[in-house]
């Protein structure tokens, strides 16, 4: 999700939100990882068609797929459909296991994954649990 929706915490009855931002905006909050993506393929992909998502569109007129969410985006490289630009946090795993391989070096983005809640409910005893859990 990201932070630009403007998520009305308490009527969604949140407590804590990850967004995909630039920062905390109006909330409390604390970045996951750095903001870094990588592009990431198949193992033995040759395709070069971008696979693009909300969080990381193409070029106005670059012929790309388009999907959903960075994990889609990761689900059809994998599958030999093209080349994505992702979340480095994201694909981590994905790359560890062989499922997709890293084409390039990560580059540093504005946007990241951000843990975000209102002030009240940061201080909240639970969402301190969950943070300190999340960010350890």
Not at 69 to 79: M, R, V
């Amino acid at each position: 999700m990201s932070a630009d929706s403007g998520i009305d915490f308490t009527e969604a009855n949140l407590d804590l939100a990850i967004f995909w931002s630039d920062g905390a905006g109006e909330h409390e909050g604390v970045a996951l990882a750095e903001a870094f993506m990588v592009t990431v393929a198949g193992p033995g992909s040759g395709s070069e068609t971008r696979i693009a998502w909300p969080g990381c569109p193409v070029a106005e007129g670059e012929p790309a797929l388009r999907l959903g969410d960075a994990g889609l985006a990761i689900d059809a490289a994998a599958n030999g459909l093209g080349q994505a630009n992702v979340p480095a946090m994201l694909a981590e795993a994905d790359i560890a296991a062989g499922r997709v391989r890293q084409v390039g070096d990560p580059f540093a983005v504005k946007r990241g994954y951000w843990l975000v809640a209102p002030t009240p409910q940061w201080r909240q005893a639970k969402v301190k649990a969950l943070v300190a859990a999340l960010t350890t």
